[in-house]
Structures are given as C-alpha cells and as structure tokens.
C-alpha cells in the first residue's frame, strides 16, 4: 500500500505571495491533518480534514486554509505569505475519524512533507 | 503555557550501545504520550505510544518509560544501530481527544557512531 505523498517537495516563494499545498493519503483513509514544523516551534497542528469537512482548526491565522477533495486528497494553501511561514509542512492520514477514543495504537501515518522557504 | 520539551537536543551512541532519550511534559491532564522518530527527509514514524494507566511498555528494541510523578518521559533503544540515527520526539494529548490537541516536543538528534 502506497503511503502518504505530498506535492511538491520543495518551494520557493517570495513575501506577499501565495502557495498551495497538496497532500494524497492512503488509500483508504478519510482523515486527513496538517502540520507546521519548524526549528523554533517544533511540530503544529494547522486542522484536520475528514469527509471533505473541516473538523478541527489549530491555532494559525486566515491566511492559511485548506480542503479536502471526495477522494480524501487535500490541499492547503498560505496566503500573503511571511518569512516566518518557512517551514516544512506535513500532512498526515489516518483511518480514525477525528472524534472517539484512540485506540490502541496511533493510526496516524506521516507523509514526507513540503519544504517551503520565503525568501 | 503548557508544553513538552526535551532535556538534550543531541546525544551521540557507540553502535550497539543502548540509548535512553528523555521527555519533560507539563500538562498533568495528558493521559496518552507518544514517540516519533523523523529521519532526514521524511515525515515523523510512529514509534511506541503509552497511555497514563501504564508506567512501561515495550516494543521491539524500544521501551517507554513513563513516570507520572515528575512528569517524565523516556525512550529506551536497546542495541543501537546505524540506522537508529534521527531526531527522536515526543507528544502528549489527551487520549479521547483529536490531533488539535496533540502537543510535540520539539526532539532530539540522536547520532549512532559506527
């Protein structure tokens, strides 16, 4: 089974401009999350994606958003964006539905995430 | 605020040697902790996890240790091997809750000298 890809792997953009982020989960899994890591701040939760619905926002301004597709495929996108938006941004998939218990392992599975440098 | 942190940002282990990395976290109300481990260029791997009704839990080559009284985490690896190399992170959250709630520390590189 193919694990989590995202597109593309490494970015390149200028403030002020835009970008948009895609992420392809396993096969199967509906639940989608993104993350932000940096050196500083360690790894963020940005939101979480399930049946095309946004089930869970973390604590980041407007300016980043996202989606999901019927196919569970999602993409995020930054506006306007910062030098501080620097970082490699992750998505990670899971079977789990954001609500209910974990269960006895984490079911959450990591792509190789998106480099992105604002120059 | 609440947070997760780490006691060494670098720890460097002749190969075959065992390595303990530690964890402090802050929420007392964390019920569930995991460990990751995140090769160079790749997303983080799922480790071990272990909820708060457990002091230890075993894996292959890896134990956690959880100690509840000080807030304390560790991740034992028996036997290191080359490939053992990576920053090493843990996360807490509270088990009956989503990823909104996951909060990572921010790791520690582990090197495995040959």
């Known amino acids: 089974k193919a694990g989590v890809t995202q597109t593309p792997r490494y970015l390149i953009k200028t403030r002020g401009q835009q970008v948009t982020l895609s992420c392809s989960p396993i096969?199967?899994?509906?639940?989608v999350s993104w993350y932000q890591q940096t050196p500083g701040q360690g790894l963020q939760f940005l939101f979480e994606?399930?049946?095309?619905?946004?089930?869970n926002k973390g604590n980041f301004p407007g300016r980043f958003s996202g989606r999901q597709f019927s196919n569970s495929r999602s993409e995020m996108n930054v506006s306007t964006l910062e030098l501080g938006d620097s970082a490699l941004y992750l998505c990670?998939?899971?079977?789990?539905?954001?609500?209910?218990?974990?269960?006895?392992?984490?079911?959450?599975?990591f792509g190789p995430g998106t480099r992105l440098l604002v120059l | 605020g609440e947070s997760v942190g780490l006691h060494l940002p670098t720890l460097s282990v002749q190969e075959g040697d065992n390595s303990i990395i530690n964890c402090a976290y802050s929420?007392?109300?964390?019920?569930?902790f995991i460990w990751y481990k995140q090769e160079s260029g790749k997303g983080p791997q799922f480790i071990i996890d272990?909820?708060?009704?457990?002091d230890k839990r075993q894996g292959q080559r890896v134990t956690v240790l959880l100690n509840k009284t000080v807030k304390h985490l560790s991740l034992q690896i028996a036997a290191t091997q080359p490939g053992d190399s990576a920053v090493y992170f843990c996360?807490?959250?509270?088990?009956?809750?989503?990823?909104?709630?996951?909060?990572f520390g921010t790791g520690t590189r582990l090197t495995i000298i040959p």
């Open positions: 990670a998939s899971s079977s789990k539905p954001p609500s209910g218990r974990r269960g006895d392992q984490e079911t959450q599975y």
């Open positions: 929420n007392s109300a964390s019920d569930y």
């Open positions: 272990i909820r708060s009704n457990m």
């Open positions: 096969s199967g899994h509906r639940s």
């Open positions: 996360a807490e959250t509270k088990a009956n809750f989503g990823n909104e709630k996951l909060t």
């Open positions: 994606y399930f049946s095309e619905t946004q089930r």
